[in-house]
């Protein structure tokens, strides 16, 4: 017979030993259920300030990716906006985690479409082309929030919309906003056909690019590129507005997932340089005759408008 002391102490410690396996199960299920709100890509870019990507509560629909440190900005140092839209409309900037952080590291605050990604997450559902201009209208609120970390250090002056396929087409029609100073296209262009494009996909004419009113770079992937002609199509007929483009030979996948976003995130810095903060070193891939960019064998472009 066990005495009544021991018995109480078995009784008592199998009831911790299952406590304890409860809180541990709870804990596990709670922590596997908890997303995290920020990550810093790769090292945090090359640029000057180390970029980290953020799910903002204000603004759980996007992905903020903007330098973790803000000390060193406002007054006459501050953060230009760029809005970015993703390939085949995708709700999530997953394939882009390496080129806008890069971009956000040079002193940029990058507001891609859809909810921050979860370390190895892919897709996302489907976006639209009015959560761009979600994404500015928030940019520009925080900028006048005293309870926003961002408040008072947002240039809303600079705005660029930017985007990758059929995100460059939702690009293109949010381009017209007046609020927008540049605009970066990548690996897209309108049909030439319309309505061959996949379902969802903002069914733009030609005729939009007269509605352009701000200096434009088109980045392709070459021949091999299903928006090559789409996009050189595109070039050709815009005449009234500064227009680049810069081909590389790598395909529509462009070089995105590459370390740091490959060529196409430098190029691409380098223009929001020239354009968002009047950078005329950073300009010199794209200005004089040939451009400086020509002089680098990978990339093959074209001008117009830009001295």
């Known amino acids: 017979m066990i005495n009544k002391k021991i018995r109480k102490g078995l009784l008592l410690s199998v009831a911790l030993s299952l406590g304890c396996m409860l809180n541990a199960g709870y ?8 997303k995290a709100t920020s990550r810093t890509i790769e090292d945090g870019g090359t640029g000057r300030y180390k970029a980290v990507m953020l799910q903002e509560a204000s ?4 992905t903020v990716f903007r ?6 900005f406002g007054g006459s140092n501050k953060l230009p906006i760029i809005a970015w839209g993703n390939g085949a409309c995708a709700n999530s900037p997953w394939e882009h985690v390496n080129f806008l952080s890069e971009v956000a590291s040079h002193g940029f605050l990058v507001v891609a479409i859809g909810p921050m990604p979860q370390e190895g997450e892919k897709g996302g559902g489907r976006s639209t082309s009015s959560q761009m201009k979600d994404a500015i209208d928030w940019a520009i609120a925080q900028n006048s929030d005293k309870n926003s970390p ?22 293109l029609e949010n381009a017209t906003d007046p609020r927008v100073t540049t605009t970066v296209v990548c690996n897209s262009g309108i049909f030439i056909n319309p309505g061959t ?15 352009l009113h701000t200096p434009t770079l088109y980045l392709l992937g070459g021949e091999k590129d299903i928006a090559y002609k789409n996009g050189m199509d595109d070039y050709r007929q815009i005449n009234h507005v500064p227009v680049f483009v810069a081909n590389m030979d790598v395909g529509h996948g462009g070089t995105y997932g590459k370390p740091h976003g490959g060529e196409f995130a430098r190029v691409a ?8 903060k009047g ?29």
């Open 27 to 34: 804990a596990q299920t709670y922590n596997a259920a908890v």
């Open 59 to 62: 603004l759980p629909t996007h």
């Open 67 to 72: 330098p973790a440190d803000l000390k060193s």
């Open 150 to 171: 961002l408040y008072k250090k947002v240039d809303v002056s600079k705005i660029a919309v930017s985007g990758m396929s059929c995100g460059g087409l939702q690009t």
């Open 197 to 211: 494009g996949m379902p969802g996909m903002p069914a733009l004419t030609k005729d939009q690019l007269a509605k």
């Open 269 to 276: 810095t380098a223009w929001y340089e020239w354009q968002l």
């Open 279 to 307: 950078d005329k070193q950073a300009g010199q891939l794209f200005t004089g005759n040939p451009p400086g960019l020509s002089k680098d064998a990978q990339w093959t472009v074209e001008k117009k408008n830009i001295k």
